[in-house]
């Protein structure tokens, strides 16, 4: 299949002046494993949110699944599901309620909202803790719980901002091991974020590498090596980001800039 | 209906699980009642009003409720702080009907900390007119519950931190609570102070609750009713409106 489940065309978030992202165009296949590289405030995370409904779009267009995820925010919101890069657990409830919650909002009949909570919890060895409230689990078994959810209800595309931030090697491997299963599997488009070349360079069929709000490169992990003339996809991406130290997230530098302007 | 079921469930188990919160709820409410009833009691007597207690006993259940719902609703604040606020955004659900369910737990809180407070009343004084009516009262507080549990999202979907909640606390409940007639009867007070009063939905709730509980009403408590709902729904609309809005 040859159609493509995310459309970005001419792209544009600016944040009073700070432009965040700069008219970018990409599209993603159906059942493609997809890797967003890029430094810190690049504006990976920005470009997420508005594929996902949080935030809207300065200028462009948007297709995801079809749909406009500005005009028609229901029918792109039912299409997908997300990890996000910081926490969106409900602490002061349980692990099997958090999941619940997610499978009720997203209508999935009783008995398979069930059966699929049982085994997601099962499939990330959460399934002996289920009735412990969140506030009790550690880092790695918060962002477990987070995978697991954001795949409870078979979403098509299934987002990922940095997913294994923190995980160890063991968790991200299984992980992996899952995503990829299920993507060959049920076709589920993986659409992902990480600072870990080696990971994008295994998990991805095709990176796209933004810095500075613009997609600079875009193809296989052997193709922008190829392209660059380096052996990882880690110097790649050194060669084509350089290796000056970032800082912050766009939408923190907008913060900054209107502080120091109302000071 | 079901994401209105689930919003609601929610808020009832955060509630219950939180014994500090249930136990610190009941605190304000109890701390005024004996200061003020036992301290003013005499006073009031003595300028011809009768018992105080009887007076100031809705008049706290109502503050209990208002200070319960506008924290709650506001507790919205923390969702996005500490990023549950995300699952919610989201989720293809309608924004009414996540604000409805919100909405409806906290009142049920609300009503609940409400009786629990009316309880407690009976203990120093008060005595309603007619058990019956109890009833009919607690729907009251069910509906200030839903109207300031509104107002409450509303606030929390508009302020992205807590110095916001200070802001709806001192600018909007506070003068709220206090031009409610809750503590002193409204009657004897200048006429600019009735005349504002008169935009204060609390006074509307509070008035109705005097009229179910002992017997004395000054709109009357249909006349009430109809306010604190026509209100309730426009927060309720307001506040899902700026929930559509909210970015992250």
């Known amino acids: 299949m040859a159609e493509s489940i995310i459309e970005v065309q001419n792209l544009i978030k600016t944040f009073g002046e700070v432009e965040a992202v700069k008219d970018i165009s990409f599209s993603v296949e159906r059942g493609e494993r997809f890797a967003f590289l890029g430094p810190n405030g690049a504006g990976k995370s920005t470009t997420i949110k508005m594929l996902t409904t949080l935030l809207s779009p300065t200028a462009g267009t948007l297709r995801i699944d079809g749909h406009d995820p500005v005009a028609d925010p229901a029918a792109v919101r039912k299409s997908f599901g997300i990890v996000f890069q910081d926490p969106s657990l409900d602490d002061d409830l349980t692990a099997w309620e958090n999941m619940e919650f997610h499978g009720v909002l997203y209508g999935m009949p009783t008995a398979t909202r069930r059966s699929r909570i049982e085994e997601l919890l099962r499939f990330v060895e959460l399934d002996d803790r289920k009735n412990s409230l969140v506030k009790e689990f550690s880092g790695g078994m918060k962002r477990r719980l987070e995978i697991a959810r954001g795949l409870l209800h078979h979403p098509k595309i299934i987002f990922l901002d940095e997913p294994t931030l923190g995980l160890d090697p063991q968790t991200r491997n299984h992980m992996w091991q899952y995503l990829e299963k299920l993507n060959s599997d049920e076709g589920v488009t993986v659409f992902f974020t990480t600072h870990y070349m080696d990971e994008a360079d295994r998990v991805a069929e095709r990176i796209a590498v933004i810095d500075h709000g613009k997609i600079i490169a875009t193809g296989s992990g052997a193709q922008l090596k190829q392209q660059t003339g380096t052996h990882s996809l880690e110097e790649a991406f050194l060669a084509l980001t350089g290796r000056e130290i970032r800082e912050e997230s766009a939408q923190n530098r907008m913060q900054a800039v209107h502080r120091a302007r109302s000071r | ?248």
């Open chain 2, 1 to 248: 209906m079901t994401t209105i079921y689930i919003m609601w469930l929610r808020e009832m188990k955060k509630f219950f699980r939180n014994k500090s919160r249930l136990v610190g709820a009941l605190g304000q409410p109890l701390l005024f009642l004996l200061a003020l009833g036992y301290g003013l009691g005499s006073v009031f007597r003595a300028a011809g009003q009768g018992n105080y207690i009887e007076f100031l006993a809705p008049g706290i259940i109502g503050m209990s409720i208002i200070f319960g719902s506008v924290f709650n609703g506001m507790s919205l604040i923390w969702d996005r702080q500490f990023g549950f606020l995300k699952e919610t955004l989201v989720a293809p659900v309608s924004r009414i009907n996540i604000m409805f369910g919100r909405t409806l737990g906290g009142a049920t809180t609300a009503a609940f900390q409400g009786v629990v407070v009316l309880a407690i009343t009976l203990f120093v004084g008060f005595h309603p007119t007619s058990w019956g009516l109890v009833i009919p009262a607690v729907l009251v507080m069910l509906l200030i519950g839903l109207l300031f549990n509104a107002v409450g999202l509303l606030g929390g979907a508009l302020f992205s931190d807590f110095q916001g909640f200070q802001l709806i606390m001192n600018f909007v409940v506070m003068p709220l609570f206090f031009l409610s007639g809750s503590l002193f009867p409204l009657q004897g007070a200048p006429a600019a102070l009735q005349w504002i009063a008169r935009f204060d939905p609390l006074a509307y709730g509070i008035d109705a609750m005097r009229g179910l509980l002992i017997g004395s009403s000054v709109y009357g408590v249909w006349f009430d009713f109809g306010i604190l709902a026509a209100v309730a729904v426009v927060f309720l609309g307001l506040a899902s409106w700026a929930f559509s809005r909210i970015q992250v």
